[in-house]
Nanobody, 126 residues
Framework: VQLQASGGGLVQAGGSLRLSCAASGRTSSSYVLGWFRQAPGKEREFVTAIERSSGRTYYSDSVKGRFTVSRDNAKNTVYLQMNYLKPEDTAVYSC????????????????????WGQGTQVTVSS
């Protein structure tokens, strides 16, 4: 499975951005799609995940209520709508996919994902 993330950019605090992650290849083996982010000098952090078939979602507490993940299976694309952005949301955002379902704690663990796309930079100015 190949993943291509896009949609990053520079936005002022309080603004919005929508990221996309397009999957190609053996997309039928993609069960869960996750978004992670990594800020300079910090560890990679789970943001959100969505089950491809059911649409069940998982969010980190830091983005719950501000970010929304959705999927369009016909387009093999997952979206991350980010609203009310804060400077602390500044990071490189990457998408990843698992070839199996996951329990909640597994969905949060980046090392449980099998394929990763390149990241897209999101910068939120104050």
């Amino acid at each position: 499975v190949q993943l291509q993330a896009s949609g990053g950019g520079l936005v002022q605090a309080g603004g919005s951005l929508r990221l996309s992650c397009a999957a190609s290849g053996r997309t039928s083996s993609s069960y869960v799609l996750g978004w992670f982010r990594q800020a300079p000098g910090k560890e990679r952090e789970f943001v959100t995940a969505i089950e491809r078939s059911s649409g069940r979602t998982y969010y980190s507490d830091s983005v719950k209520g501000r970010f929304t993940v959705s999927r369009d299976n016909a387009k093999n694309t997952v979206y991350l709508q980010m609203n009310y952005l804060k400077p602390e949301d500044t990071a490189v955002y990457s998408c990843a996919t698992r070839i199996s379902y996951c329990l909640s704690y597994e969905c949060h663990a980046g090392n449980s994902y099998n394929y990763w796309g390149q990241g897209t930079q999101v910068t939120v100015s104050s």
